[in-house]
């Protein structure tokens, strides 16, 4: 009989050490959707306009070794949009490239 009180006992103590770790659990997966998941899909965001960017850049270098001088490359390209010292993409407009003369 002695046994099963103490058996009892030891219970209770499992089931306090239970609800901490339950709740600690719970703190743990608050904060890996609250901070690391929204990080996580600002990385990807950025990921993906590098990698536009990038695209971009190795294509508008492909296309000026095309031409012998900039000035042919300005007057016979019709990808491209030729501001004052920047080169634009005309399908997209927010993929540019910075130039010096």
Do not use: H, W
Request: aromatic residues 10%.
């Amino acid at each position: 009989m002695c046994f099963k009180y103490k058996r009892a006992s030891s219970e209770s103590k499992d089931e306090g050490f239970l609800l901490a770790d339950s709740l600690l659990s719970l703190m743990m997966l608050g904060i890996i959707t609250s901070i690391l998941l929204p990080a996580l899909i600002i990385l990807v965001q950025y990921d993906i306009k590098t990698k536009e960017q990038l695209e971009f850049s190795r294509q508008l270098f492909l296309d000026l070794k095309a031409y012998e001088d900039f000035d042919e490359f300005k007057t016979g390209n019709e990808i491209y949009i030729i501001r004052q010292d920047e080169i634009c993409e005309k399908s997209n407009e927010d993929l540019c490239l910075r130039y010096q003369e």
